[in-house]
């Protein structure tokens, strides 16, 4: 097993492959332990939240959150494809989607928690100097 009983991942390995995703259960745990409520309780809070999202995309095509980042309705047009169980040529037929840029808030955090220890961190780079 990967986890263990917080739902951390145990082994580094496991980790950095992608095997232990925080999933919503994950998510209603953290929650309830940081806002002192019970699991139920998290549950409906994180219900509300990601059903807020959900009617944000749907009526509005954009839904930002300041500090963590921006979720956005895209349309992904009808194209060809192939079945991939046959090589037989398919239509895909058109679609919504759903874009998520994060905020450079939370870029900031994921780079200081994610840095290997003893890298230095790099100067930020002025708009004056990208512009040449």
């Known amino acids: 097993m990967f986890m ?16 232990c ?16 409520a019970t699991r139920n309780e ?6 509300a939240v990601l059903e807020g999202i959900t009617q944000g995309l749907i009526e509005d095509g954009r839904v930002k959150i300041t500090g963590f980042g921006g979720f956005v309705r895209r349309h992904r047009a009808e194209r060809n494809g192939t079945k991939p169980t046959t090589g037989e040529p398919i239509r895909i037929p058109a679609s919504e989607t759903c874009g998520f840029k994060a905020a450079p808030h939370l870029r900031e955090r994921l780079t200081e928690a994610t840095r290997p220890p003893g890298q230095i961190e790099p100067k930020p780079v002025s708009r004056q100097q990208t512009a040449r």
């Open 42 to 47: 998290a549950a409906q809070y994180l219900d």
């Open 21 to 36: 995703a925080v999933n919503k259960s994950n998510l209603v745990d953290r929650v309830a332990s940081n806002l002192g």
């Open 4 to 19: 263990n009983g917080e739902g951390l991942c145990v082994f580094r390995a496991a980790r950095e492959s992608g095997a």
